[in-house]
C-alpha cells in the first residue's frame, strides 16, 4: 500500500509561480507511474502531466508546468511557472497506472489534494 501527501499548495497572483510536492510513504515508488491531476469547481478532474517513460502535459499547462521526480525522496514535483487564474483547482498527485495515463481512472492511488488558486 502507498501513501501519497501533497504540499505546496497556496494563493497566489497571475504571474507566480508554485511548486508542488507529493511524497510517497509505505512502498517505493519508483516503479510506478505518477501523474498530477487538478479538479476545479463544478468540473471533472483533468490530466496535467505525467512522469513515468516519458513525461508529458496537457496542453494548456506545456510550456509553464514541469513535472519531475526523485526516486531517493520518494517525492513527485510538478514546477509551476506563469500560473493563470485557469489553474486554480485543487490539485491531485497519483500513482501506479494501469491504462490511459490521462485518465484518472486507471490509477491505484491518490492524495487528497493542494489547494492553488490564482488571483488575477
Known amino acids: 500500500q502507498v501513501q501519497l501527501l501533497e504540499s505546496g499548495g497556496g494563493l497566489v497572483q497571475a504571474g507566480a509561480s508554485l511548486r508542488l510536492s507529493c511524497a510517497a510513504f509505505?512502498?517505493?515508488?519508483?516503479?510506478?507511474?505518477c501523474a498530477w491531476f487538478r479538479q476545479a469547481p463544478g468540473k471533472e478532474r483533468e490530466f496535467v502531466a505525467f512522469?513515468?517513460?516519458?513525461?508529458d502535459y496537457a496542453d494548456s499547462v506545456n510550456d509553464r508546468f514541469t513535472i519531475s521526480r526523485d526516486n531517493d525522496e520518494n517525492t513527485v514535483y510538478l514546477q509551476m511557472d506563469n500560473l493563470k487564474p485557469g489553474d486554480t483547482a485543487v490539485y491531485y498527485c497519483?500513482?501506479?497506472?494501469?491504462?490511459?495515463?490521462?485518465?484518472?481512472?486507471?490509477?491505484?492511488?491518490w492524495g487528497r489534494g493542494t489547494q492553488v488558486t490564482v488571483s488575477s
Open positions: 512522469v513515468g517513460w516519458r513525461a
Open positions: 509505505g512502498r517505493s515508488f519508483v516503479r510506478y507511474n
Open positions: 497519483a500513482a501506479d497506472s494501469s491504462g490511459t495515463y490521462r485518465s484518472p481512472v486507471h490509477y491505484k492511488y
